[in-house]
C-alpha cells in the first residue's frame, strides 16, 4: 500500500527536535504518547496538503471508517478520517489513529468493499503499531539524509514508490493485509470488493520498473493469493430467513407471492438482485435512512423471485419481494396480506423522449447524467421519469449496482444512495 513518505518523517523530526529516541516516542505502554505525536503529525499533513472539502467524498469516508472501527475488537485510539485532494492512489494512517485518504483512489476503486479493505489495511498498520517497529529500526544517518533532502526542498519524483514500498516489512505488510480483510468483513463488506482492491494494487505495481529495489516488501501477486485464500475462508454471512418463508418454496405460490406479473423472470444490470445484496438510502437531507436488504431467494421455472427487508430501524422491519426482467422491475409489498400486489417500480425500456404505458404508469427515459453521491460517483446512469396517479418521479439506476437516486418532483423528497453490497 502506498503511503505520503514525505509527510510520515514529520515523526523523525519531531524525534529530532525534542531529543527522543523513536523507542521512547513510541513506548508501548503509552497509546496516548502516540496520540500526541500523531497529533501533531497531522497537523504537519494538513500545512502540506491539500484537504478534500468535498462533502460527498467526507461524508463516505467517515462512514467507512466508523464502520471499521467499531468492528475493531480493542479500539486504543480515538481515530479521525479525513480527505487529501490528490489524484493518487494513496491511504495511510499516523499513529494515534489519525487517517487520511486520497480522493484518488476513492475514483480508483468500484465500492466501499474495496475501500474499507484498503482503510481497514491501514488502520490495521496503526493498530498493530507498526510505525514503531520501522522507525525504531532506522538508523542515524538514514534519518538525517532524510530530513536533509526535506529541509532541502528535495523532490522525491519517480523513485517516491520505492521508498513508500519499504515503510513496512513483508510479515507487517501481510499482517496488514489478513488484518484489514477481517475488519471489513466483519464490518459487514464484502470480499469481492477486497479482492478487486487487491487486483488494483497489482495493476499499480505492474507500472513500477522491474529493476526498482523493493526491499522485504511483498508483492502484490502473493498478497492476492494470501487474500484469495483467506476470503476463501470466511464463514457464510447469516441471512435472517423464518422457516416456512419463501426460501421453503410451496408448490401453490398465490397465497403468498398473489398474481406474478410476469411469466418469466430474469437479471437485470440495473437492479442486481442476489441473495444479501444490500442498500441504504438517507431520506431528504437529514439523518434519516433506510435499508433493503435481500434475505431469500425462490427459483421458479421461469426465473426467481426475491425475498427482501426494508428497515427504517431497529424496531421497524417490512417484508417485501423484489423482482426484474430484462425491461422492468418489479415489487411486491407486504406478500401474503390483504395488501399484497404487484407494482412495476420502473420501466427500463422506455423510449427516450416521449412517455409508454406501463403498469398504470407512464415512462419515459431522458439523457444519462454523471451523479456524486456518498458511496461514489457514477458516469453512465439510466435517468428514468416515471408518472403516476398525480406524483412524477425522476429516479436514476446504476449499472450494476442499482437505484442511486430517487425524487418527487411534486413534494421535493428526494431518497440517495449512501451505501451499498453488491
Known amino acids: 500500500m502506498k503511503i505520503a513518505w514525505h509527510l510520515a518523517l514529520s515523526l523523525f523530526l519531531l524525534c529530532l527536535l525534542e531529543g ?17 505525536i500523531g497529533r501533531t503529525a497531522s497537523g504537519d499533513v494538513e500545512k502540506k496538503q491539500r484537504l478534500s472539502t468535498d462533502e460527498v467524498d467526507i461524508a463516505r469516508v467517515q462512514r467507512i471508517g466508523n464502520a471499521l472501527v467499531a468492528a475493531l475488537p480493542q479500539r486504543a485510539y480515538p481515530f479521525q478520517f479525513k480527505v487529501i485532494r490528490s489524484k493518487q492512489f494513496n491511504a495511510f494512517c499516523l499513529p494515534g489513529g489519525f487517517m487520511y485518504v486520497y480522493d484518488g483512489l476513492l475514483r480508483a476503486l468500484p465500492g466501499d468493499d474495496a475501500v474499507a479493505f484498503v482503510m481497514g489495511h491501514e488502520i490495521t498498520h496503526a493498530a498493530h503499531r507498526h510505525w514503531a517497529h520501522k522507525i525504531d529500526s532506522m538508523k542515524g544517518g538514514a534519518i538525517v539524509a532524510i530530513v536533509a533532502d526535506i529541509l532541502t526542498g528535495g523532490n522525491l519524483g519517480s523513485s517516491i514508490f520505492t521508498m513508500q514500498s519499504r515503510r513496512f516489512s513483508r510479515d507487517e505488510e501481510y499482517d496488514a493485509d489478513k488484518g484489514g480483510a477481517e475488519l471489513a468483513w466483519n464490518a459487514g463488506y464484502d470480499s469481492t470488493g477486497m479482492l478487486k482492491a487487491m487486483e488494483q494494487i497489482e495493476i499499480l505495481e505492474k507500472g513500477v520498473s522491474p529493476s526498482v529495489d523493493v526491499g522485504d516488501h511483498p508483492r502484490a501477486t502473493e498478497r492476492m493469493k494470501r487474500l484469495q485464500a483467506q476470503v476463501a475462508g470466511f464463514p457464510d454471512r447469516p441471512h435472517a430467513v423464518d422457516a416456512g418463508s419463501l426460501d421453503c418454496v410451496p408448490t401453490d405460490l398465490s397465497g403468498i407471492a398473489g398474481i406474478l406479473p410476469l411469466t418469466h423472470f430474469e437479471s437485470t444490470p440495473w437492479c442486481p438482485l442476489a441473495m444479501g445484496n444490500e442498500w441504504t438510502y438517507r431520506v431528504g437531507a437529514g439523518p434519516g435512512t433506510y435499508t433493503i436488504r435481500i434475505l431469500g431467494e425462490v427459483k421458479l421455472p421461469g426465473g426467481s423471485l426475491f425475498r427482501a427487508e426494508q428497515r427504517l430501524g431497529p424496531a421497524s422491519a417490512v417484508t417485501l419481494l423484489l423482482a426484474s426482467s430484462a425491461t422492468a422491475v418489479w415489487r411486491c409489498n407486504r406478500p401474503g396480506t390483504a395488501q399484497s400486489s404487484w407494482k412495476m417500480e420502473c420501466a427500463l425500456d422506455a423510449p427516450e423522449g416521449s412517455a409508454a404505458d406501463h403498469d ?3 415512462y419515459t427515459n431522458l439523457p444519462s447524467e454523471a451523479l456524486t453521491l456518498p458511496c461514489g460517483i457514477f458516469s453512465n446512469t439510466l435517468k428514468v421519469k416515471k408518472h403516476v396517479g398525480s406524483n412524477t418521479f425522476l429516479l ?27
Open 396 to 422: 436514476w439506476y446504476g449499472r450494476n449496482v442499482g437505484l442511486l437516486k430517487r425524487e418527487c418532483v411534486e413534494t421535493g423528497v428526494v431518497e440517495t444512495l449512501v451505501g451499498y453490497r453488491i
Open 20 to 36: 527522543s529516541s523513536p523507542a521512547q516516542l513510541f513506548d508501548k505502554t503509552n497509546p496516548q504518547r502516540e496520540v500526541e
Open 360 to 362: 398504470g404508469g407512464q
